[in-house]
């Protein structure tokens, strides 16, 4: 399998609910970065986390990284229906690559 | 924005067409990249240019030939391509080589095409 799977593959919440989205990866990272597409567009950098780093904020996202269990988080609090997209990891080994996962489709109901 | 533009947005082509998807960027970033994306399948990473100079081709068949003529422009040029090649092309560059430097990537919209 590829070095990012993102979990669940699909997610359906409530406006004003948390979203919690798992991505879990097999190499040693360099750095893992969250990308979000809406539906038949390009992707759009979120955040990015080191590997020295435990947890990192951006207004209402939250991203944790644990490198021993090789597994990032990402937590949307407060949802909005304009959350809805696809949401990526992308994890950098120690190359020059970015390897992407499938993805987790988030939809927030209004 | 992005920064990133694609062209066309949309293209349906033949089996025997030859056709070229456009995409260029006004970040004055050195790193190129073109991506496939199939549905339920990880983004594919197709070719990589730095400096205009391939560094990366993923094992893509020669029907899909890239040419990056600056750093700003890079081309996929297609030729008898195959149905199963329809797919969410998207472009992306980034300051330097993304991955281990800790770079973003910045994405273009993508071009949907359609191999009839």
């Known amino acids: 399998s590829q070095q990012g799977e993102e979990d669940p593959q699909a997610l359906s919440i409530q406006e004003g609910e948390n979203a919690t989205m798992n991505c879990s990866y097999k190499?040693?990272?360099?750095?893992l970065q969250w990308y979000r597409q809406n539906s038949g567009r390009g992707l759009v950098h979120l955040i990015l986390?080191?590997?020295?780093?435990r947890e990192k904020h951006s207004g209402r996202l939250r991203v944790t990284l644990d490198t021993s269990k090789k597994s990032s988080s990402l937590l949307i609090t407060a949802s909005r229906a304009a959350d809805t997209a696809s949401y990526f990891c992308?994890?950098?080994?120690?190359?020059?690559?970015?390897?992407f996962g499938t993805g987790t489709r988030l939809q927030v109901f209004p | 924005e992005t920064g990133v533009t694609q062209t066309p947005r949309h293209l349906v082509m033949g089996m025997t067409n030859k056709k070229s998807l456009k995409c260029e960027q006004h970040?004055?970033?050195?790193?190129m990249y073109w991506y496939k994306q199939s549905a339920k399948k990880p983004l594919e990473l197709m070719f990589v240019?730095?400096?205009?100079?391939?560094?990366e081709n993923n094992s893509v068949p020669s029907r899909f030939s890239p040419e990056c003529p600056n750093s700003s422009h890079l081309f996929l040029h297609l030729h008898t391509l195959q149905p199963e090649d329809s797919a969410l092309y998207l472009c992306?560059?980034?300051?330097?080589?993304?991955?281990?430097?800790?770079?973003?990537?910045?994405f273009g919209p993508g071009t949907r095409l359609t191999v009839l």
């Open positions: 240019y730095n400096f205009k100079e391939q560094t």
């Open positions: 992306a560059s980034s300051p330097v080589l993304a991955g281990g430097t800790g770079r973003e990537q910045f």
């Open positions: 992308a994890t950098a080994p120690v190359t020059d690559k970015l390897i």
């Open positions: 986390i080191r590997s020295n780093e």
């Open positions: 190499t040693s990272i360099n750095n």
């Open positions: 970040l004055g970033h050195n790193a």
